[in-house]
């Protein structure tokens, strides 16, 4: 391991570059290039395959012969077979010498003597509590039946000496009820209205083309966009069809999450850990944008903080752009 170290440091200072230079250059965070002239490959335990990658990508930049990154997995393969093979050996002797100590140390239990009058288990008056506790249910439920029985009859009486009163007040709940539903229905239309008025529509219309519409009534001079970059990739941006980088002071035409070192399945996760970018722009000038990766994976995009829904198939680094179309 130190001799690849040591062939990778040796070559990037004769070609004369810079770590910086060389992450740069491969995409790679300047932490894993660091770690890898330093020779601290323990810290890639489970992602060798991905330290191999990283390791052709460097030789191929260094010109120097990409059979390291082999050489550095056979490497690690063996130090991994003969790790099971200590560990297979030190079961086999722990096991052995522990099951007859254990043979060795086995003592007859002392029976400890019992007083006469102390019962080591109170069954009995379990099953007594139990009883007492079933009887005072049972007797709660017989005087709430008799007491809904009586209570039955006397309305059923009741009711019968005033039959056009007690019809005359269902007529009355009845109307009254309908005349809530009513209310409650046009109630909650309005509120359904209101929200998705406020919403912003987005149509796909290809792999990394989407458009996207304000809500009406939308009252304001400008939106705000967000980018989240969640793998690391060289970006440019161009406004309106022109030819000449947009950048502002929060925006700058070049490499975003180049120091995150994510796996591509991590990138993809809603949560993964991001670079993100803030820009506003005039809604009446806007017209569309297009963005240009060296890596379009997992990238996230919020319109006035509402997100908006990429599929799988978006996520694609064939896909080199991204557009995002307003419909005015």
């Known amino acids: 391991m130190d001799k690849i170290s040591e062939k990778i440091k040796a070559a990037r200072i004769a070609k004369g570059v810079t770590i910086e230079e ?4 491969t995409l790679l965070s300047v932490n894993i290039i660091k770690d890898i002239e330093d020779g601290a490959f323990e810290r890639f335990v489970g992602d060798e395959l991905y330290v191999k990658m990283y390791l052709k990508k460097i030789a191929r930049y260094l010109e120097i012969d990409e059979t390291i990154a082999d050489d550095y997995y056979a490497i690690t393969r063996e130090i991994k077979k003969a790790d099971l093979k200590d560990l297979e050996n030190k079961k086999e002797d722990i096991g052995s010498v522990t099951f007859v100590d254990k043979v060795k140390n086995i003592q007859p239990t002392k029976k400890q003597p019992t007083r006469k009058g102390v019962y ?3 069954y009995i008056l379990r099953y007594v509590k139990y009883a007492i506790v079933i009887i005072i249910v049972i007797a709660i439920i017989i005087v709430l039946g008799y007491s809904f029985v009586f209570t039955k009859s006397n309305d059923s009486s009741f009711k019968n000496s005033n039959t056009s009163k007690t019809e005359t007040s269902e007529t009355l709940k009845k109307k009254t009820t309908e005349t809530d539903k009513k209310k409650t229905t046009k109630s909650d239309t309005t509120k359904k209205d209101e929200q998705t008025s406020t919403e912003i529509t987005f149509t796909k219309n290809a792999d990394g083309d989407y458009s996207f519409k304000l809500p009406d009534g939308y009252d304001q001079e400008t939106f705000k966009l967000k980018v989240d ?3 690391a990739t060289r970006v440019d941006l161009h406004v309106n069809g022109d030819p000449n980088s947009y950048q502002t002071d929060t925006f700058k035409r070049g490499v975003y999450s180049g120091s995150l070192a994510p796996s591509m399945s991590d ?6 850990a991001c670079e993100s970018v803030e820009l506003e722009f005039n809604v009446n000038d806007f017209q569309y944008l297009e963005f240009s990766y060296s890596w379009n994976i997992g990238h996230r995009y919020y319109i006035n903080d509402q ?3 990429l599929e799988e198939s978006d996520h694609n680094n064939t896909i080199k752009t991204f557009k995002l179309t307003m419909v005015k």
């Open 229 to 231: 970059f969640t793998f």
């Open 22 to 25: 060389v992450a740069e250059a």
């Open 267 to 272: 990138a993809l996760k809603d949560d993964s």
């Open 307 to 309: 997100k908006l829904p």
């Open 120 to 122: 080591e288990d109170h």
